[in-house]
């Protein structure tokens, strides 16, 4: 779709913005000022016909407008100042009527589903309801009706039970509102005084068990249970949470209690498990833990302790595993973890050691494993490795060590094997392999030598046998193997050589059979096949012999796969 303008000479600049389909039909005009519609408008479908007309003034949607389905069918006939408004489903079924005045609603506005039912029927007086609201379910049923400003108020259930019953007054919910379940039994009854609930509200199960008391200024706060158990229990003053509120659980036991100051909790506060156990003890400070605060599993053993200030961690802490044996311990500093830090293995041993300064770790760390022996160690800065970092086996031997800096291993990295020698060198940069690096097989042999460049092969590039023998040889090209590589079987003879481009074979290519002679040949233009390939069995004897051009087959130059020669063509 496409614009284009077209300009008047008048006093005051007038233009005509004409959209239009891909096809160069019209899809719609209006009437401009400067940048701002002013004027007649109208759209069209692609077929031709009328979609919507009307005016703007200065922007804005003016008297009559109308607009229609495809089929020329009316989709609304709307006046946005005096006059009718309509609306209509497909197949010319009423949607919306009423009517506006000086652009406001006035009088009865009636609104329809599409199988004819009514939806709704509202008095509008100068854009604001008034006098009796109906509202209707899709299967005709009355879904409630309000007299406004000031009258009752019914809604019901689809199935037409009452469901609510009330009154308003200025608009406002005022006086006793009463919900039902659909057994006609009271689900809820209290009072609105300028729309806001005032004095006691009860609500009640199915049963006709009361299920909570809440008074909205002063008395006591109650819920309970089905069974009429208690489930929570405090006061209200000045319509707020006050002094000690308890809850229970169904089986009847304690489950918390806390202390209310004007809806914020103020001091001592305990919490347990359904079975009796403590789960918490602690304080509170508007509604902010302060003071010392312990914490217990389920089992009864202590999850963790300590001191909080405004809702933080602060001072010692002591952190448990459900065995009852400590996990961890060290200090924070407004919620932030400071000072040496001592962590635990669940059987006890010393796991790891170390300090954090403003949250993150600082200076020497040092990891054991569960039988004493060191892990590993090295240093941190701001929270990041740096210098020599040292790895250890559980058998006290050295497993790697290299170095960081800021977080990022660096320079010359070596390895070892548990029980044997060397597993690895490597060289790093920013994290990444980076130079001449080898890796061992177990048993002390090469397994590849080769460079790296930012994590990736590049440059000379040898690989081995677990016996020592030879298996490759060539160059990688970022991550890619390019020009001439060479393969070799477990026992070290020669087996392959091929040409290679970005990763991809180019050029001759030859294969041997152990004893030396050739077993193949042939070449690649790009890495399509082209020109002869040969085969010979283990004798030097021509077994197979193909013409290729752009990878495609030519001809069978010879093929004595199954006993027979041909003759070329």
């Known amino acids: 779709m496409f614009t284009c303008a077209i300009q008047n000479a008048e006093a005051q600049e007038h233009t005509t913005l004409i959209k239009r389909y891909d096809d160069g039909k019209k899809s719609s005009e209006t009437v401009m000022i400067d940048s701002t519609a002013d004027g007649k408008y109208t759209s069209w479908y692609q077929n031709g016909r009328l979609m919507e007309q009307g005016n703007f003034t200065m922007g804005k949607k003016t008297g009559e407008w109308i607009r229609l389905y495809e089929n020329g069918d009316s989709i609304s006939k709307i006046n946005y100042e005096n006059g009718d408004y309509r609306i209509w489903f497909e197949q010319r079924k009423l949607q919306v009527k009423g009517n506006v005045r000086n652009g406001e609603k006035e009088g009865l506005w009636l609104e329809y589903y599409i199988n004819g039912n009514k939806k709704s029927e509202i008095f509008y007086k100068s854009g604001i309801e008034v006098g009796e609201k109906k509202l209707w379910y899709e299967n005709g049923q009355l879904s409630f009706k309000v007299d406004k400003p000031n009258g009752k108020y019914i809604s019901y259930y689809s199935s037409g039970e009452i469901k609510e019953t009330g009154s308003f007054k200025n608009s406002l919910r005022d006086s006793i509102w009463v919900g039902y379940f659909k057994n006609e039994k009271i689900s ?8 806001q609930k005032t004095g006691v509200w009860k609500e009640y199960y199915l049963n006709g068990n009361i299920k909570k008391v809440e008074p909205f200024e002063n008395g006591t706060y109650s819920e309970y249970y089905i069974d009429s158990k208690p489930k929570i229990s405090g006061t209200i003053a000045n319509g707020k949470k006050q002094n000690s509120w308890k809850s229970w659980y169904q089986n009847g036991k304690l489950k918390d209690v806390n202390n209310y100051i004007s809806d914020l909790k103020n001091g001592y506060a305990e919490s347990f498990y359904e079975d009796g156990l403590k789960e918490f003890v602690g304080n509170y400070h508007n509604d902010s833990l302060n003071g010392y605060c312990t914490w217990w599993y389920a089992n009864g053993n202590k999850e963790m302790e300590g001191k909080n200030s405004m809702d933080l961690q602060d001072s010692l802490w002591i952190f448990y595993y459900d065995n009852g044996k400590i996990g961890s311990t060290g200090n924070f500093d407004k919620g932030v973890q400071t000072g040496m830090w001592t962590y635990y293995y669940l059987s006890s041993p010393l796991w790891k050691k170390g300090e954090f300064k403003e949250g993150l ?48 291993m660096t320079g010359k990295w070596e390895g070892w094997f548990k029980d044997s020698g060397k597993n690895y060198i490597y060289n790093y940069k920013n994290n990444l392999k980076n130079g001449y690096c080898i890796q061992n097989y177990d048993n002390g042999k090469a397994k590849y030598k080769g460079s790296f460049k930012d994590g990736i092969q590049d440059g000379k590039f040898n690989e081995f046998y677990k016996t020592g023998n030879k298996l490759s040889s060539g160059k990688y090209n970022n991550g890619k193997k390019e020009g001439k590589w060479t393969y070799y079987d477990v026992n070290g003879k020669l087996f392959k050589k091929q040409n290679m481009s970005d990763g991809k074979p180019t050029g001759k290519w030859v294969e041997y059979f152990a004893n030396g002679k050739k077993k193949g040949q042939g070449s690649y233009k790009g890495v399509l096949r082209d020109g002869v390939w040969t085969y010979w069995d283990s004798e030097g004897k021509i077994v197979y012999k193909v013409l290729y051009e752009n990878g495609h087959k030519v001809k069978d130059l010879v093929n004595q796969k199954f006993g027979n020669a041909l003759p070329q063509k």
Not at 361 to 390: A, F, M, P
Request: no cysteine; net charge positive.
């Open 188 to 195: 809820y009854r209290g009072n609105y005084k300028n729309d």
């Open 361 to 408: 770790k600082d200076g020497l760390w040092t990891t054991w494993w569960e039988n004493g022996q060191k892990l590993q160690e090295g240093k941190y800065s701001n929270g990041k490795e740096t210098g020599v970092w040292t790895s250890w086996f559980d058998n006290g031997k050295i497993k790697d060590f290299g170095s960081f800096s800021d977080g990022k």
